[in-house]
């Protein structure tokens, strides 16, 4: 213990946090709470969030996924309930908080208020509907059956077939009915058996149930799951739950209702003599071994999971996933907020757009283009003419400077035959070809004799 002159240890904000964590989870423990239901907020992360109050105080609670599926019903505002969890601290706001692990209503059974809500439901989606059922076959060559391999109805059913038909075959989905895995296992022996496509596992009827027992016992064939597994098979269905007195969801979403396993037997089997398939006891001994062996590593599972080393680390992921649902609340009122204001400021430009003169804008636009047309071709036009002058007048000056124009007032071009100019008499021999061009065509011959012209005599100076 510290004693008074000692100064208190320094902690963190988080250190303190799980201290206070850890002892009030250590001081609890289990514990059990009634109180009305507040503030409930079903989570897109399949989490619940709600406050339980009486008249002078409320706590905060949260159920996670993995534990609300359990419950059997739909929690709602200003119902009176009893929680079954643990109290335990939300670590990033520091609030205390009761963890919830079960839940039922005060005064109505938790099971039959589940009950009549489900069938209230489905009845209004008209999965009970009179012409929603289809008829059996006349003569099933093939007949599956969703049960335990190790109950009394696989047995009774058995009898029955081979004591009435023996050109009917049997497939067997061995199901769990009982328990928390029974609706899961239940449904995917059914859709198993509605999506079988290859000839050697397709059936013509589908048998679901199982012998009697307690409404907990028969709970797993009042659950959705199965209920819209039948809905949904491609064959027909005939519900065998039970004795003739228990009802289930079952019965009323299915094709048709059995009193009990052995009369649905007998319904499908009509008019056939016995049964050729028979169930091979090794594989319910194994089935039987696997799931003991299941059930046996879940507890050991589960006995490790409560050893105090574990209980941050949980506490830690229920403060996480509490932490992203109140990321992702807040996250969706942003986008909504960022939303709104893309809107209203869209309707602002919308509406000043609304309210500018574009007409006469357009007529003060289209009067100041058709005087701009206007200047331009009168440019065009006489920048065109200025154009048109100085290249007449570069032509005249190369046609006076053209060979061709000397050649019209008399002179003549003398060429050789290689097309090289004769300048001078010294160009030419005797007896050599050239050609003389004229303004109108050439002449040729040959030289005959090369004569040299006299020189002028040179003016003399005569002083």
Known sequence: ?????????????????????????????????????????????????????????????????????????????????????????????GDYQLTVEAMSPVGVGSQQLAFERLKAKLAAEGLFATERKRPLPLLPRRIGIVTSPTGAAIQDILNVLRRRNDGVSVLLYPAQVEGVDAAASVAAGIRWFSQRADPDCSVDALIVGRGGGSAESLWAFNTEEVARAIADSSVPVISAVGHEIDVTIADFVADLRAPTPSAAAEMVAARRADLRALIQKQAAALGSAMRIRLLEAQRAAERL???????????????????????????????????????????????RLAHYPWAPRLQVCQAETSE????????????????????????????????????????????????????????????????????????????????????????????
């Open 1 to 93: 213990m510290r004693e008074p002159s000692e100064p208190a240890p320094l902690l963190t904000v988080s250190a303190l946090t799980a201290r206070i964590r850890r002892q009030l989870e250590r001081e609890f423990g289990e514990i059990i709470v009634e109180g009305e239901l507040s503030n409930f907020v079903a989570h897109a992360s399949g989490h619940w969030y709600f406050t339980l109050k009486d008249a002078q105080s409320q706590i905060r609670c949260a159920c996670w996924k993995g534990t609300n599926y359990r419950i059997q019903f739909r929690p709602q505002n200003g119902l009176q309930v009893i929680c079954r969890g643990r109290v335990t601290v939300y670590a990033p706001k």
């Open 305 to 351: 999971a409560r050893r105090p080393a574990f209980d941050d680390a949980r506490a830690r992921l229920r403060d996480a996933l509490q932490r992203c649902d109140e990321l992702a609340l807040a996250a969706q009122s942003a986008m909504r907020e960022r939303l709104r204001a893309s809107d209203r400021r869209l309707e602002r430009a919308v509406s």
């Open 372 to 463: 701009l047309e206007a200047s331009l071709a009168t440019a065009l036009q006489a920048r065109l003419a200025s154009h048109r002058g100085r290249a007449s007048q570069a032509l005249a000056r190369l046609d006076a400077l053209s060979p061709l124009r000397v050649l019209a007032r008399g002179y003549a071009l003398a060429e050789r035959p290689d097309g090289r100019l004769i300048r001078s008499i010294g160009d030419v021999q005797p007896g050599e070809a050239f050609s003389v061009r004229l303004a109108d065509g050439y002449l040729r011959g040959r030289a005959e004799a090369v004569t040299p012209l006299p020189q002028p005599e040179r003016l003399r100076d005569h002083s």
